[in-house]
T-cell receptor
Framework: EADIYQTPRYLVIGTGKKITLECSQTMGHDKMYWYQQDPGMELHLIHYSYGVNSTEKGDLSSESTVSRIRTEHFPLTLESARPSHTSQYLC?????????????FGQGTRLTVV | QKEVEQDPGPLSVPEGAIVSLNCTYSNSAFQYFMWYRQYSRKGPELLMYTYSSGNKEDGRFTAQVDKSSKYISLFIRDSQPSDSATYLCAMTLINTGNQFYFGTGTSLTVIP
């Protein structure tokens, strides 16, 4: 069973607010990912990390930023939330160097910006 | 052209039916293939994971990979109402740094 946790599960916030979505995993995986998921659409990669102090932007343009100071923690921050940021955000991890090529997902954060 | 194509459905079947879910892909270099089940308002849960071509069975679920046709399938036998969910296919290859490519998901409803 995957041990990857996201908080909060649901968030409703006003336009212009700064928010941080938390993601933690206890599996010691090196690689972590943030995806955005909208109904009927494929998952879009917005950020990923290969390890501590390594972060890269994904294929979906995003105004968010991430950090990876510890292996287990990969928070995503929106400096100024907008209604267009309303979506489901999914955090995932994998560790192909230890034979865990598959992605393990958290339960997601459903963000609504009003 | 999308890397991975998946019929979004929706698919509705009676309880006990055999369900077949499919994805096609364009990149012949994909090596690892996954199926995820996602319930409403939850994160995707890994169901099946296969490497290269062949079949893999786990209980009522069978994953099949045909690399020559660039086609993967998930079969669900004796489908149950609890199988009602969206099913996502995914694939990856190591030399892209373990980037994943997902289908859009197929919505399945099993009617009691």
């Amino acid at each position: 069973e995957a041990d990857i946790y996201q908080t909060p599960r649901y968030l409703v916030i006003g336009t212009g607010k700064k928010i941080t979505l938390e993601c933690s995993q206890t599996m010691g995986h090196d690689k972590m990912y943030w995806y955005q998921q909208d109904p009927g659409m494929e998952l879009h990669l917005i950020h990923y990390s290969y390890g501590v102090n390594s972060t890269e932007k994904g294929d979906l343009s995003s105004e968010s930023t991430v950090s990876r100071i510890r292996t287990e923690h990969f928070p995503l921050t929106l400096e100024s939330a907008r209604p267009s940021h309303t979506s489901q955000y999914l955090c995932a991890s994998s560790d192909p160097d230890r034979g865990r090529t598959e992605a393990f997902f958290g339960q997601g954060t459903r963000l609504t910006v009003v | 052209q999308k890397e991975v194509e998946q019929d979004p459905g929706p698919l509705s079947v009676p309880e006990g039916a055999i369900v077949s879910l499919n994805c096609t892909y364009s990149n012949s270099a994909f090596q690892y293939f996954m199926w995820y089940r996602q319930y409403s308002r939850k994160g995707p849960e890994l169901l099946m994971y296969t490497y290269s071509s062949g079949n893999k069975e786990d209980g009522r679920f069978t994953a099949q990979v045909d690399k020559s046709s660039k086609y993967i399938s998930l079969f669900i036998r004796d489908s149950q109402p609890s199988d009602s969910a969206t099913y996502l296919c995914a694939m990856t290859l190591i030399n892209t740094g373990n980037q994943f490519y997902f289908g859009t998901g197929t919505s399945l409803t099993v009617i009691p």
